[in-house]
C-alpha cells in the first residue's frame, strides 16, 4: 500500500521537509510539495532585489528538490483533517497520510500607499517604483526589525540618489545588546538613511502623504496565511498553526507544522523567532517525525537554536550580533565588511543545506537549542502522554 506526504508551501521549511523524506527513499511513499509559485524565492534576499543589487532572488525547484518529489503548483485552501485531505485553490483535491504545514509568512496588515517587500510579488513591486523615481525623491522604510534595517540600507547604497528615511518605534534592532545597536546606528549614519525613532507612523490614510515620501516601505513585522485558522485547526493570536514539541498538530496528529506559520506551544519555545534559521530545522524535524512514524519509532522533541543575528548593511557592510542558543544577545558582534562576508556566506550555505538534504536524507545538522527547553519539551510530552 502507498503512503502520501503532502507537503503544502515550497519555502525553507517546506522544501527542506520534501527533500528529507524523498531523499529517505521509503518503498511505498510519495511526496508532493504543492506550492503556488514556480520557482523557489530566496526571501531572505528580497531587500537585495528590491534595491535593484540582486538581478533574481529566485532558483529553480529544480535545482533544489530532489527529483522524486511530485510538484503540484497551486495554493492549499482548506484542509480538511477529518478525511485528510486539502482542498487547491485550482478546485483539485489532495488526499495524504502525512501532511507538513510550511505556508510560511508574508508582511503583517500593510496601510493604503504602502508596499511590502517580504513576499516577491511586493518586493517587485517596490523594485519597479524605486526604478521610476528621480533624483532627490524620497522613500521611507517602516519598522525598527532586521528586515527594515536591511532594507533602507540597501536601498541607500543601491539608490545613493534618493533620500532615504527609517522611522521605527523604538529604537532599530530593539533586542540587540546596546554596542551592536550602536555599531548599527553608525552603518545607517555611514549609509545616509535618516533616522526617526520614538513615533509611531499612523496607518491611517495615504502613508505617503503622512510622510511625505514617493514610496513607503512597510516593514513592520510578519504576518501568516489564515489557512490553518479557516480549516479549523488550532492556531495563536497571530493565525499560527499551533504544534506540540514533536511538531505535530494535537488532536490532527497526521499534520505537522513547520516554519514561520507554525508555533511550539508551551513556553520554552517563544525564542524561537520567525526565521530561516528556526524554519529549516523545524521542516527537518517534521520530516524526520513523519519518517518515525511510518518506522513506529517515537517522535523525536523539536531541539534547535540560534548562533548569531547576521544583518547585510548594503553590499560590503554587515553586523553579527552572536547570540545565545535562546537568541539572547551575547557580547561579541561583528561590524564592517567580514560581517558583510560572513552574512553572505551564510545566505549562499541556506541553498547548500537544502540541496545536501535532497541527496542525503539527513545530510543537514544545526545547532541545538537550550537545555532547560529540552527539558520543559520532555516534561510536557510525559504528562501528555500519561493524561
Ligand atoms: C528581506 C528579508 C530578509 C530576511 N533575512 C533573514 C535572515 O537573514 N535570516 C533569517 O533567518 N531569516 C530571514 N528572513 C525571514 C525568512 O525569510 C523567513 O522566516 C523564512 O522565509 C520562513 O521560511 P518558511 O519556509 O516558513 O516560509 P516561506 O519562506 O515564506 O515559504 C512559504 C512558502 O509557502 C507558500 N505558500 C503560501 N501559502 C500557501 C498555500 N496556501 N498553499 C501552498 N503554498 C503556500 C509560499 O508561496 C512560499 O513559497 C528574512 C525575510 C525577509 C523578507
Given at each position: ?205 495615504d502613508v505617503r502623504a503622512s510622510?511625505?515620501?514617493a514610496v513607503v516601505l512597510w ?169
Amino acid at each position: 500500500m502507498r503512503t502520501t506526504a503532502v507537503v503544502a508551501g515550497g519555502g525553507y521549511a517546506g522544501v527542506l521537509a520534501a527533500n528529507r523524506l524523498a531523499a529517505a527513499a521509503r518503498p511505498g511513499l510519495d511526496v508532493v510539495l504543492v506550492n503556488p509559485g514556480k520557482r523557489f524565492v530566496e526571501r531572505i534576499r528580497l531587500h537585495e532585489y528590491t534595491a535593484g543589487t540582486r538581478k533574481d532572488p529566485t532558483v529553480t525547484f529544480e535545482s533544489v528538490l530532489h527529483p522524486a518529489i511530485r510538484q503540484v503548483r497551486d495554493a492549499a485552501v482548506r484542509i480538511h483533517a477529518a478525511d485528510r485531505t486539502v482542498q487547491l485553490a485550482g478546485g483539485g483535491q489532495l488526499p495524504y497520510d502525512y501532511l507538513v504545514y510550511a505556508v510560511g509568512s508574508g508582511a503583517a496588515r500593510v496601510p493604503e500607499g504602502a508596499l511590502a517587500i517580504e513576499q516577491l510579488e511586493g518586493a517587485t513591486a517596490a523594485r519597479t517604483e524605486l526604478e521610476a523615481l528621480a533624483p532627490g525623491e524620497h522613500v521611507a522604510v517602516v519598522g525598527g526589525g532586521l528586515t527594515a534595517i536591511e532594507t533602507a540600507v540597501e536601498i541607500a547604497r543601491g539608490y545613493p540618489q534618493l533620500r532615504v528615511s527609517l522611522h521605527a518605534s523604538s529604537v532599530p534592532g530593539p533586542h540587540l545588546g546596546a554596542p551592536a545597536r550602536q555599531g548599527l546606528e553608525r552603518s545607517l549614519r555611514r549609509a545616509s538613511v535618516d533616522l526617526h525613532t520614538g513615533t509611531s507612523v499612523s496607518a491611517i490614510g495615504d502613508v505617503r502623504a503622512s510622510l511625505d515620501a514617493a514610496v513607503v516601505l512597510w516593514s513592520a513585522g510578519f504576518g501568516v496565511p489564515d489557512l490553518a485558522a479557516v480549516s479549523g485547526l488550532p492556531v495563536d493570536d497571530a493565525g499560527r498553526l499551533r504544534v506540540d514539541p514533536a511538531l505535530r498538530v494535537p488532536g490532527a496528529d497526521r499534520i505537522y507544522g513547520a516554519g514561520d506559520a507554525a508555533v511550539i506551544t508551551g513556553s520554552g519555545y517563544a525564542y524561537l523567532r520567525m526565521s530561516c534559521a528556526a524554519a529549516m530545522p523545524m521542516g527537518a524535524d517534521a520530516a524526520t517525525n513523519i519518517l518515525r512514524s511510518l518506522d513506529g519509532r517515537p517522535a523525536v522533541l523539536h531541539d534547535s537554536g540560534f548562533g548569531g543575528q547576521c544583518v547585510s548593511l548594503g553590499r560590503s557592510d554587515g553586523m553579527v550580533q552572536f547570540v545565545a542558543a535562546d537568541d539572547t544577545p551575547l557580547r561579541l558582534h561583528l561590524h564592517g565588511r567580514t560581517a558583510a562576508v560572513l552574512k553572505e556566506i551564510i545566505c549562499r550555505m541556506t541553498l547548500r543545506w537544502i540541496r545536501s538534504e535532497a541527496k542525503r536524507s539527513g545530510a543537514y545538522t544545526w545547532l541545538k537549542g537550550p537545555s532547560t527547553t529540552r527539558e520543559a519539551a520532555a516534561a510536557a510530552m510525559d504528562s501528555a502522554a500519561r493524561t
